[in-house]
Structure formats: C-alpha cells, structure tokens
C-alpha cells in the first residue's frame, strides 16, 4: 500500500524552492528537526520581525506608532488589524470573523461557554485516547452536560468513521467537538463531513486546528465550520502566546470574559457612568479581552506571511511526499507504523 501511495507525480517541490525555504530555517544547518508537532524553530522573517520592532520600540519611531497606536480608531488599524488580516487570507476567512488569542485552548475555551446549555442537552467529542490531556469538553461534565464519545476504529489507530458520529449527534447537541488532526498519530478528520452531520441537527462544530494549519491547506468556507481555533509555534512556526480564533456567525454570542478589547472603548468615553455596560464589537473581536503581545503577533504576522508566500497547497504537496518517503523507509526496517497510512 505505501509504495503506491509513495508513487506520486511530484516530490512537492515544484514551485517551492525547496533548498531556499530550508535555509530560512537556520536550525537545519546543523541538526535534522521532526518535531513540530510539539514546537517549531524560529525561521529568519520571525526573527528578523521582531528584531526590527524591537529597534522600532526602541526609538518609539513613526513605523512603531503605526503599529502600536496609543488609543483611537488607530487600535483597530495597525498591527491587530494587520495580523487578522494576513490569517484570515490563510484560512479564507473574512478579517471580521478572526480574534486574536493566546492560545488554541483560550480560544476554544471563549466559544464554548459562550455558548448555551438547555437541560437535557449533550456535546459529541472524537476518541479521548487521541485529544489533548485538557480535553475541553470534560469540563463541561463537570457541569452536568452529557459528552457523548466516537471512537476511533482499529483500537484508536483507525479512522473514526462518520456513521459513528451520526449515532452519537442528535436534535439535542448543542456542538460537535473535533481536532482537525489528531497529534498522537496524525489522524486527519473528516471534518466537513462532521460539520455536515452537526449541521443537520442545528448544532455547531468545533475544531482544534493546532495541528493542522501550517500543515495543511485549511479553508475554512469549504469545511463550513462554526468555530476554529489554533496557535502559532507548531506548523505555522510562530512564536508561543499568540493564537487566533475563527467565528463564522458571532451576532448573537457574548463574551464569558470582559474587558475594554471587546467593544470600541476609545468610542464611548463620554457615556461612561453608573450602570454603564459598553457595546460589543461587531465582529470576533468581542473575544478579546484586553492587551497582547504586539512584539508575539509582529512575530505571528511574519510567519504567517510567509506561508502565504510559499502558498499552502504547495507546502501540503511538500509534506505529504516527505510523509510519503518516511513511511516507506520505516517499514524497509521493519518499524510498526501507527498513524493511518492514507494521508486522507
């Protein structure tokens, strides 16, 4: 099965400058690096990013003031908007419909108890043996919502099957939870299929992306997801702190967490007294809840950008070749594969 699968028309680098793209990582110029499933090395654009705004900070300069405006309008123009710009192209999403976050769990987290709990309702999650040890959903146990399990097939080495899903999914979930690739074994879900079937019995899907984008090409239109989240420091080789939020329709979900990020503040000034609640932004923004790390999401940005460059489809092409040859030369050796052999 792997030699035909390792039989591909391409080695993925066709229109990647391959030895070029290696030499922006300069990790590699002395040791072989496989784990990006974990954390990435700094390439040359981030580092030179933040390099840059780090002489700009330094003498608070007009470049600086552009991206780290002091109040106004202007905080929703420089770098925030900027970076939810250049992310919301990566996954075709619009800028409106991305907030930024420190992390994949604190944007997932802000989704889910955004949402509401009839009683009697459930939430459908994917194999515990394949999700993170934080798992979100087990919290909301704790809460005495009902979290329905789909196992993967073949002991947890299989895929999960979308019949299995569709067993679990009824009229009373209120979302169906999923990572688009499971990090103990590389498993890529169906997602769309997923959404699909969440969407037939008016619940949401969920999905943790951290290791998909950056890895994969993800768009999230075509998927027709309700909620994405991922970080930066895997796959898309940014730095740690930063992350981003995707929310197709926010109109009518609050924020759990509140702060002077969630509306336009700078506007509202004069309205300010007792038994004043400022507005919401009109947008995924109401998700943020107050300062980040510009010098982090400089760092985001120029990763970000540079994937672009590269171009997604281009990197999964890459990517699945080199899973492609590393498959067929363990099994050479006799090793036991434990990730799906089909990269689908």
């Given amino acids: 099965?792997?030699?035909?699968?390792?039989?591909?028309?391409?080695?993925?680098?066709?229109?990647?400058?391959?030895?070029?793209?290696?030499?922006?990582?300069?990790?590699?110029?002395?040791?072989?690096?496989?784990?990006?499933?974990?954390?990435?090395?700094?390439?040359?654009?981030?580092?030179e990013?933040?390099?840059?705004?780090?002489?700009?900070?330094?003498?608070?300069n007009e470049e600086f003031m552009r991206r780290v405006p002091f109040g106004g309008e202007?905080?929703?123009?420089?770098?925030?908007?900027?970076?939810?710009?250049?992310?919301?192209?990566l996954i075709g999403a619009k800028v409106e419909q991305i907030a930024l976050t420190h992390s994949t769990f604190v944007g997932l987290s802000a989704v889910v108890n955004a949402l509401e709990y009839p009683r009697g309702c459930n939430v459908v999650v994917m194999?515990?043996?394949?999700?993170?040890?934080?798992?979100?959903?087990?919290?909301?146990?704790?809460?005495?919502?009902?979290?329905?399990?789909?196992?993967?097939?073949?002991?947890?080495?299989?895929k999960i099957p979308l019949s299995e899903v569709e067993k679990k999914v009824d009229d009373k979930t209120v979302f169906v939870f999923a990572s688009y690739i499971e990090y103990p074994n590389g498993l890529r879900n169906d997602i769309k299929g997923m959404?699909?079937?969440?969407?037939d019995h008016g619940a949401k899907i969920v999905v943790d992306a951290f290791q998909a984008v950056g890895h994969i090409d993800v768009d999230v239109k075509d998927l027709d997801v309700d909620f994405l989240a991922t970080g930066t420091y895997k796959y898309l080789m940014g730095p740690k702190g930063t992350g981003f939020l995707y929310v197709k329709d926010y109109d009518d979900l609050k924020p759990v967490l509140f702060g002077w990020a969630c509306g336009p503040w700078?506007?509202?000034?004069?309205k300010a007294k007792e038994g004043y609640v400022m507005g919401l932004h009109n947008s995924a923004a109401r998700f943020e809840v107050g300062s980040y790390s510009i010098i982090g999401f400089i760092g985001a940005k120029a990763a970000i950008d540079?994937?672009?460059?590269?171009?997604?489809?281009?990197?999964?092409?890459?990517?699945?070749?080199?899973?492609?040859?590393l498959i067929e030369r363990l099994q050479e050796i006799g090793l036991k594969i434990n990730s799906p052999l089909d990269p689908e």
């Fill in 1 to 47: 099965m792997c030699k035909d699968l390792f039989r591909r028309e391409t080695r993925g680098d066709r229109l990647i400058d391959v030895e070029r793209a290696r030499r922006d990582v300069p990790l590699l110029e002395k040791r072989i690096y496989l784990n990006h499933a974990a954390i990435s090395p700094c390439i040359r654009p981030v580092r």
């Fill in 49 to 60: 990013a933040i390099e840059k705004h780090l002489e700009d900070w330094t003498w608070m």
């Fill in 74 to 89: 202007g905080w929703e123009q420089g770098e925030t908007r900027d970076v939810k710009a250049s992310f919301a192209k």
């Fill in 127 to 158: 194999d515990p043996r394949l999700e993170h040890p934080s798992y979100l959903p087990n919290w909301l146990r704790e809460r005495g919502i009902e979290v329905r399990y789909v196992y993967a097939s073949e002991n947890g080495l299989g």
């Fill in 195 to 199: 959404a699909e079937i969440a969407h």
């Fill in 266 to 270: 700078y506007r509202e000034f004069d």
């Fill in 306 to 325: 540079y994937f672009l460059k590269l171009g997604m489809k281009n990197v999964e092409e890459r990517l699945m070749y080199l899973g492609d040859y």
